[in-house]
């Protein structure tokens, strides 16, 4: 997380290239890989393979440098649109990060 993504918002977001699994609620256990492009404490947005209905929960499991198990978040799909052959969405967590969970993200 270097390069800090300046607009008007609650949380600051940071530019990421991390990769990240995902599932939906409706299809729990059908992981499917996907790479984060920004993260804040309140939200990510994130690059797919597939297009997903606005709305969705989905769940998240984001590898922790030095740790064993993944960072487990919860989330609402709050936008999702077409780039190239690809998806780009937004996902809003139903907890804000704490500054311990996202200072391990970085």
Do not use: H
């Amino acid at each position: 997380m270097t390069l800090q993504i300046q607009k008007k918002r609650r949380f600051t977001r940071f530019a990421s290239k991390q990769k990240a699994q995902y599932c939906l609620q409706e299809r729990y256990g059908s992981w499917k890989e996907c790479t984060m492009y920004t993260i804040s404490r309140k939200g990510v947005g994130i690059t797919l393979k597939e297009k997903i209905n606005v709305g969705s929960i989905i769940f998240l499991e984001i590898p922790m440098p030095n740790e064993f198990a993944p960072l487990s978040i919860k989330g609402t799909l709050r936008w999702i649109n077409e780039k190239e052959n690809d998806f780009i969405g937004g996902v809003e967590f139903t907890k804000v990060l704490d500054e311990e969970q996202f200072s391990k993200l970085g």
